[in-house]
């Protein structure tokens, strides 16, 4: 089943309302991928985590808003930057 998640706001707040009112299922997903990336490349997360960072400016150019809401995500999971964008 799927949470129904509700925001507003600008894109950071946006990925913040989400973050928060998912932050259980934002951190399994963290935990999902990471076992994937381990099995099928043989990297551990922080690997995984610097390749993602290097998407960092693409997402940027493509629109800052994506990547506003992706730090939004972070925050208000309580997780790293990073592992959000590894797990998009």
């Keep these: 089943m799927f ?9 950071h707040e946006r990925g913040r ?3 928060a009112q998912a932050a259980d299922r934002v951190r399994r997903s963290i935990e999902a991928y990471a076992g994937v990336f381990a ?3 043989q990297w551990d997360w922080s690997r995984v985590t610097e390749e993602a960072r290097r998407f960092v400016p693409a997402v ?3 629109g800052p808003a994506w990547l506003e809401e992706i730090r939004g995500i972070a925050v208000g ?4 930057f990073e592992d959000v964008m590894a797990i998009n």
């Design 3 to 11: 949470p129904h998640v509700r925001t507003h706001g600008s894109a």
């Design 60 to 62: 940027e150019a493509f």
């Design 77 to 80: 999971a309580g997780v790293a």
């Design 17 to 19: 309302q989400y973050g």
């Design 39 to 41: 099995h099928y490349a």
